[in-house]
């Protein structure tokens, strides 16, 4: 483990996050006190059945509009507080969690299973403890976490900011300039044939041209495709093509007979 964490010692770093665990656990516990409140003067009405009620409906925002006005704080945030200690009474609270994550996991529908969750955190990518972190709770009820781990989420997060066709071009286009990455790419078989069929004729033209810079590999390059009548025929619609393929070949010059031993004068 290293001695440092950022420019403090570790036992500095550890006399640090103990002060604020405390302090976090203070603002979280101010957190539920407002929440308390805004259920007080606006509890959480049921929805559904035979009489379904909202909270436009009665007023509710109004009400807690002039509330969160009155202590300094958004209508949202006070909405937040309000739903999540609506969720978790205060029996069901658990301290060394912070209100954040009481706040994510609220979102849990069953009650059984929302109180079983706080209890049983998963272990952690980085820390590899048991600890809840916003991360950890994002991931259990299904949501993107703020800080994707593992290389799928990684994957799964730039998928789901490259659904526009621009921004996917764009990002392909940046990760392709990476030599190792498209050496990378181009090693699968798929995504080669992809990029090879999605390709414009002008773009593979030039594509071959790159391929057949050597005078041999042109050469046999072109008997090969001339073989296909439908590229023959194509080429020698092509007045240029066609004039250099017919154009007059350079004769080589003749080469002098080697003279044979019994032609050569005998010596005098």
Known sequence: MSENV?????????EIVAGDRQLVAQVGRAMFTIGDHAAEIEPVR????????????????????????????????????????????????REGVSHKVHSILASIQDDAERFEAIDDPPVGDVTGTRRWTTNLAQKRVGRWPDRPGTVQEKVERVHDLA?????????????????QVAARLMEDTATRHAVNDAQRPEHRAESMQ??????????KMASDVLRRPEVAARVAADDRARHMVNRPRPTAPASRPRPSACSRPAPS
């Open 6 to 14: 950022g420019q403090v010692t570790r036992q500095r770093y550890e």
């Open 46 to 93: 049921p929805q559904g059945g035979s009489t379904p009620h909202s909270d436009e409906l009665f007023g509710v925002y109004a009400s807690l509009q002039i509330y969160a006005d009155d202590i300094g704080l958004s209508l949202s945030t006070v909405l937040n507080y309000r739903f999540t200690s609506h969720r978790w009474l205060a029996d069901r609270r």
């Open 163 to 179: 659904a526009d066709e621009e921004v996917a071009v764009e990002v392909t286009r940046d990760v392709l300039r990476r030599p």
């Open 210 to 219: 790159s391929l057949v810079k050597d005078d041999a590999a042109a050469a």
